[in-house]
C-alpha cells in the first residue's frame, strides 16, 4: 500500500503495499457462492447474499478480515457491515451473535443455508487525518456511488469460515448495464447486467479488486502480458488514453529490467480519482499481485498525476518479485484476524522500492544525478527515523508501537538495506552479479506456492551470495549498527556532495508559504513569516491575495495547476502576479528569482571504480 500524504496542495508519497497470500486448506472441498447487488444501492450500501457450503459443526463463525496483508495496520473491515442475517433452506431466521467488530456466531449451524448483511462504504466517512487514525486507507477501502462508481475491494463486501479458507469462490455481481468492472479476474457470464467471477480460494477473490463504472479503460502488450488501465473520472476530464503512453514507456522497462522474472499473464491498473468533497482522501496505491488499486484527487495536474502513477506503479508492480514469488510462511498462510507478521519487510518493500529506482537509471528513464538525488533523500528520510532498531524486530511487531511508527522506513532505509547488498554482491562478483541476480536465485528456489522460513532465509541468502551479504544482514538489519553507506557507496566510486538546488516557491518542506480561504477559494500569503526571495523580489506581501499569475487566475478549484506550473519557471523567467492587497487589485511586474538550499547529495568522483560503479548502475 502506498500512501500518499498531502501537506497543503502538494503531494509527498509514502509507500505501502499490498502482498501476496494464499489460504488455509479446507476439510470439505464445497464451494462458496456470493451475489452482491449494485441495483439496488440505498444510501451508499449495498446487499450481499452469500450462500453458503454445508456445515458440520453446530455453530460456525463468519468473519470479515481485521486486516490484508500489507497495510500493516488493523482496519477492521466488519465495522462497515451492518444487518448480518442467517437463514436455513426453508428461509427461517437462524440466531446470529456479533461476537466482535470483525465476526459473527450462527447457531444450528448444520442447518445454515445463507447469510445476507448490508455493506457501507469507506470513502465518505474519511477524514484525511493520514497513517495511523481511524480512516481506511482509501486503495485498501471501498467506495459505493449509486449510478457513478463501486470501489470493490473484495475484502470489504465478502468475508469467510476459517475451515473453508480453500473452498471455491464464485462471486456474482449484479449492476447496471453501463457499468463495466475492471479487474484481472474473467467474467464468466456473457449478460451485460450480470459478472460472474470464480476463485479457487479465499486469498484469490481478495486478491482480486474490481471497480465498477462507465468503461474508461485501455488495454496493450508488454511482451506476453496484457496491461489493463480503468480510470474513473468523476469530471470525465481524466482519461486511460491520456495516462497510458508513459504506463506503457515505464512498464515496458520494468520488464525488460526484470528479465526472466514473470509471475502474471495479466495485470490490471485501476485508478480512482476523487472529488476530495465526502470522498476519498487517502492518496497512494495498494498493490496485488496481479494488479494495484491507486486513489488521486481528481484536480491534481495531468502532468503532476502523470509523474505519481509513473512513480506508484513502478513500485507496485516490482511486488511480482516479491512478495508474490517469494515470501514467508507467514504471507503464504496470512491469518486476516489474527495476523502473524514476517521479519523480512527490508525485502517485501525495501528491495521493491529499489528496484523501482534502479530500473529508472538502468533503462535511462533518469539520469546519474537524478538516482543519486534520491538516495541522498532516502538516506536523510531514513536519519530521522530509528536507525538502531533492528529492522526484523520492526517488521516482526510492525502492528504495535513503538515498531508501527518506524514503518515508514520500510521504504528509506529498506531501499538502502537492497542498494547496499547489491554493491556487495557487485564488488564481490566482479560486477557479474547484483540484487536481482539473487532474487532470481530465490524466485527459483521457491516461488509462489513454496514460502521460506523467516528464521533461515539469511543463511539461504548467504548461501546462495557470498559470507560478507551475511555479515551485513547480522550487522546491519538483524542488528543494531546503522549503516555506513558511505562506505559502501565508495565501493562504487561515490562519494558525498553539496548542492544548491532550487526549492519550490509554495512551500518550504512541509511549511506552506501561502493558504486558502475555504469560504471564497482566494489564495492568500501568509503573514507572519519569513517569506522567500521570490515573494521579497516580486514585492509581495503577507496577507496578499493571489488572484492571477501569468494572466491565468487561480483560486482553490485549480491551486494544484499554479503549483504544477511553478515547477517549471525558470531563474530570471519574466512574470507578472495580479493580487488584491487591503482591497485594491494591482499588477506586481519583473523576474523569477527562485529560493535555493544547500542539499546533500552524490557524485561519482572515483574514476578507477568507473566500471564497478556502470555494472551497478546499468549491468
Same mark, same amino acid.
Not at 450481499?48 to 482496519?75: A, F, H, N, Q, R
Not at 511586474?589 to 568507473?610: C, H, I, M, Q, R
Given at each position: 500500500?502506498?500512501?500518499?500524504?498531502?501537506?497543503?496542495?502538494?503531494?509527498?508519497?509514502?509507500?505501502?503495499?499490498?502482498?501476496?497470500?494464499?489460504?488455509?486448506?479446507?476439510?470439505?472441498?464445497?464451494?462458496?457462492?456470493?451475489?452482491?447487488?449494485?441495483?439496488?444501492?440505498?444510501?451508499?450500501?449495498?446487499?450481499?447474499?452469500?450462500?453458503?457450503?454445508?456445515?458440520?459443526?453446530?455453530?460456525?463463525?463468519?468473519?470479515?478480515?481485521?486486516?490484508?496483508?500489507?497495510?500493516?495496520?488493523?482496519?477492521?473491515?466488519?465495522?462497515?457491515?451492518?444487518?448480518?442475517?442467517?437463514?436455513?433452506?426453508?428461509?427461517?431466521?437462524?440466531?446470529?451473535?456479533?461476537?466482535?467488530?470483525?465476526?459473527?456466531?450462527?447457531?444450528?449451524?448444520?442447518?445454515?443455508?445463507?447469510?445476507?448483511?448490508?455493506?457501507?462504504?469507506?470513502?465518505?466517512?474519511?477524514?484525511?487525518?493520514?497513517?495511523?487514525?481511524?480512516?481506511?486507507?482509501?486503495?485498501?477501502?471501498?467506495?459505493?456511488?449509486?449510478?457513478?462508481?463501486?470501489?470493490?475491494?473484495?475484502?470489504?463486501?465478502?468475508?469467510?469460515?476459517?475451515?473453508?479458507?480453500?473452498?471455491?469462490?464464485?462471486?456474482?455481481?449484479?449492476?447496471?448495464?453501463?457499468?463495466?468492472?475492471?479487474?484481472?479476474?474473467?467474467?464468466?457470464?456473457?449478460?451485460?447486467?450480470?459478472?460472474?467471477?470464480?476463485?479457487?480460494?479465499?486469498?484469490?477473490?481478495?486478491?482480486?479488486?474490481?471497480?465498477?463504472?462507465?468503461?474508461?479503460?485501455?488495454?496493450?502488450?508488454?511482451?506476453?502480458?496484457?496491461?489493463?488501465?480503468?480510470?474513473?473520472?468523476?469530471?470525465?476530464?481524466?482519461?486511460?488514453?491520456?495516462?497510458?503512453?508513459?504506463?506503457?514507456?515505464?512498464?515496458?522497462?520494468?520488464?525488460?529490467?526484470?528479465?526472466?522474472?514473470?509471475?502474471?499473464?495479466?495485470?490490471?491498473?485501476?485508478?480512482?480519482?476523487?472529488?476530495?468533497?465526502?470522498?476519498?482522501?487517502?492518496?497512494?496505491?495498494?498493490?496485488?499481485?496481479?494488479?494495484?488499486?491507486?486513489?488521486?484527487?481528481?484536480?491534481?495536474?495531468?502532468?503532476?498525476?502523470?509523474?505519481?502513477?509513473?512513480?506508484?506503479?513502478?513500485?507496485?508492480?516490482?511486488?511480482?518479485?516479491?512478495?508474490?514469488?517469494?515470501?514467508?510462511?507467514?504471507?503464504?498462510?496470512?491469518?486476516?484476524?489474527?495476523?502473524?507478521?514476517?521479519?523480512?519487510?527490508?525485502?517485501?518493500?525495501?528491495?521493491?522500492?529499489?528496484?523501482?529506482?534502479?530500473?529508472?537509471?538502468?533503462?535511462?528513464?533518469?539520469?546519474?544525478?537524478?538516482?543519486?538525488?534520491?538516495?541522498?533523500?532516502?538516506?536523510?528520510?531514513?536519519?530521522?527515523?530509528?536507525?538502531?532498531?533492528?529492522?526484523?524486530?520492526? +517488521? $516482526?511487531?510492525?502492528?504495535?508501537?513503538?515498531? %508501527?511508527?518506524?514503518?515508514? =522506513? /520500510?521504504?528509506? &532505509? !529498506?531501499?538502502?538495506?537492497?542498494?547496499?547488498?547489491?554493491?556487495?554482491?557487485?564488488?564481490?562478483?566482479?560486477?557479474?552479479?547484483?540484487?536481482?541476480?539473487?532474487?532470481?536465485?530465490?524466485?527459483?528456489?521457491?516461488?509462489?506456492?513454496?514460502?521460506?522460513?523467516?528464521?533461515?532465509?539469511?543463511?539461504?541468502?548467504?548461501?546462495?551470495?557470498?559470507?560478507?551479504?551475511?555479515?551485513?544482514?547480522?550487522?546491519?538489519?538483524?542488528?543494531?549498527?546503522?549503516?555506513?553507506?558511505?562506505?559502501?557507496? +565508495? $565501493?562504487?566510486?561515490?562519494?558525498?556532495?553539496? %548542492?544548491?538546488?532550487?526549492? =519550490? /516557491?509554495?512551500? &518550504? !518542506?512541509?511549511?506552506?508559504?501561502?493558504?486558502?480561504?475555504?469560504?471564497?477559494?482566494?489564495?492568500?500569503?501568509?503573514?507572519?513569516?519569513?517569506?522567500?526571495?521570490?515573494?521579497?523580489?516580486?514585492?509581495?506581501?503577507?496577507?496578499?491575495?493571489?488572484?492571477?499569475?501569468?494572466?491565468?487566475?487561480?483560486?482553490?478549484?485549480?491551486?494544484?495547476?499554479?503549483?504544477?506550473?511553478?515547477?517549471?519557471?525558470?531563474?530570471?523567467?519574466?512574470?507578472?502576479?495580479?493580487?488584491?492587497?487591503?482591497?485594491?487589485?494591482?499588477?506586481?511586474?519583473?523576474?523569477?528569482?527562485?529560493?535555493?538550499?544547500?542539499?546533500?547529495?552524490?557524485?561519482?568522483?572515483?574514476?578507477?571504480?568507473?566500471?564497478?560503479?556502470?555494472?551497478?548502475?546499468?549491468?
Amino acid at each position: 500500500m502506498k500512501k500518499l500524504l498531502f501537506a497543503f496542495a502538494i503531494a509527498t508519497i509514502v509507500w505501502s503495499c499490498k502482498t501476496a497470500i494464499s489460504s488455509t486448506s479446507a476439510s470439505v472441498k464445497e464451494e462458496i457462492q456470493v451475489n452482491i447487488n449494485l441495483n439496488e444501492i440505498k444510501d451508499d450500501k449495498v446487499l450481499v447474499t452469500v450462500k453458503t457450503p454445508k456445515i458440520t459443526t453446530d455453530e460456525v463463525t463468519y468473519y470479515v478480515p481485521k486486516t490484508v496483508p500489507g497495510t500493516y495496520s488493523e482496519d477492521n473491515f466488519g465495522k462497515y457491515i451492518e444487518d448480518v442475517k442467517a437463514f436455513d433452506k426453508k428461509g427461517n431466521a437462524l440466531i446470529v451473535k456479533n461476537l466482535d467488530t470483525n465476526s459473527w456466531s450462527i447457531a444450528n449451524a448444520k442447518m445454515l443455508d445463507k447469510i445476507t448483511y448490508l455493506v457501507n462504504d469507506t470513502y465518505d466517512t474519511e477524514t484525511g487525518k493520514g497513517f495511523g487514525s481511524d480512516d481506511i486507507f482509501s486503495p485498501t477501502g471501498s467506495n459505493i456511488d449509486a449510478g457513478k462508481n463501486v470501489m470493490l475491494n473484495t475484502h470489504c463486501f465478502v468475508g469467510y469460515f476459517s475451515n473453508y479458507m480453500a473452498v471455491t469462490y464464485k462471486l456474482s455481481v449484479s449492476h447496471p448495464a453501463e457499468f463495466w468492472g475492471a479487474t484481472s479476474l474473467t467474467d464468466l457470464d456473457a449478460a451485460t447486467t450480470n459478472d460472474l467471477f470464480v476463485a479457487s480460494r479465499y486469498a484469490e477473490l481478495v486478491e482480486n479488486p474490481i471497480m465498477y463504472s462507465k468503461p474508461n479503460y485501455t488495454t496493450f502488450k508488454v511482451d506476453d502480458m496484457e496491461i489493463l488501465i480503468a480510470v474513473y473520472s468523476p469530471t470525465g476530464k481524466i482519461t486511460a488514453e491520456g495516462i497510458t503512453p508513459e504506463m506503457k514507456k515505464v512498464m515496458t522497462a520494468q520488464k525488460k529490467f526484470l528479465g526472466p522474472v514473470n509471475s502474471t499473464k495479466k495485470y490490471s491498473i485501476l485508478l480512482y480519482l476523487s472529488t476530495m468533497n465526502k470522498d476519498a482522501q487517502g492518496f497512494g496505491a495498494l498493490e496485488h499481485p496481479t494488479s494495484t488499486t491507486v486513489v488521486f484527487p481528481e484536480m491534481i495536474p495531468n502532468d503532476a498525476l502523470t509523474k505519481e502513477m509513473k512513480d506508484v506503479v513502478s513500485h507496485e508492480f516490482f511486488h511480482i518479485v516479491t512478495p508474490l514469488t517469494i515470501h514467508s510462511q507467514e504471507i503464504q498462510n496470512f491469518d486476516y484476524n489474527a495476523p502473524k507478521m514476517s521479519e523480512h519487510l527490508w525485502m517485501y518493500e525495501g528491495v521493491t522500492e529499489y528496484f523501482a529506482n534502479l530500473f529508472q537509471i538502468n533503462q535511462g528513464l533518469i539520469d546519474e544525478e537524478e538516482f543519486y538525488s534520491r538516495i541522498a533523500e532516502k538516506i536523510e528520510n531514513a536519519s530521522k527515523l530509528n536507525d538502531t532498531m533492528p529492522f526484523t524486530t520492526m +517488521s $516482526k511487531n510492525v502492528l504495535v508501537e513503538p515498531y %508501527k511508527a518506524q514503518y515508514l =522506513n /520500510v521504504y528509506e &532505509k !529498506g531501499a538502502l538495506i537492497g542498494m547496499c547488498l547489491d554493491i556487495i554482491i557487485r564488488e564481490n562478483s566482479n560486477g557479474q552479479r547484483g540484487i536481482l541476480d539473487l532474487m532470481h536465485k530465490l524466485s527459483n528456489e521457491f516461488g509462489v506456492s513454496k514460502a521460506f522460513n523467516d528464521e533461515e532465509l539469511f543463511a539461504k541468502i548467504t548461501q546462495l551470495t557470498y559470507p560478507e551479504v551475511g555479515e551485513f544482514l547480522k550487522t546491519y538489519v538483524s542488528g543494531s549498527t546503522p549503516i555506513p553507506y558511505d562506505y559502501y557507496l +565508495s $565501493k562504487v566510486g561515490v562519494t558525498k556532495t553539496t %548542492k544548491k538546488t532550487p526549492t =519550490n /516557491v509554495f512551500l &518550504k !518542506g512541509q511549511v506552506p508559504y501561502i493558504t486558502v480561504n475555504q469560504a471564497t477559494k482566494e489564495i492568500i500569503v501568509l503573514p507572519n513569516i519569513e517569506l522567500n526571495d521570490f515573494y521579497t523580489h516580486l514585492g509581495l506581501k503577507g496577507n496578499d491575495i493571489l488572484l492571477a499569475i501569468n494572466d491565468k487566475n487561480y483560486s482553490l478549484d485549480n491551486i494544484y495547476d499554479m503549483i504544477s506550473e511553478s515547477e517549471k519557471w525558470k531563474e530570471n523567467d519574466h512574470i507578472n502576479v495580479k493580487i488584491k492587497r487591503e482591497g485594491k487589485e494591482q499588477i506586481l511586474k519583473g523576474n523569477v528569482k527562485l529560493p535555493y538550499e544547500e542539499k546533500e547529495s552524490f557524485e561519482a568522483k572515483d574514476a578507477t571504480k568507473t566500471a564497478m560503479k556502470e555494472a551497478w548502475l546499468r549491468g
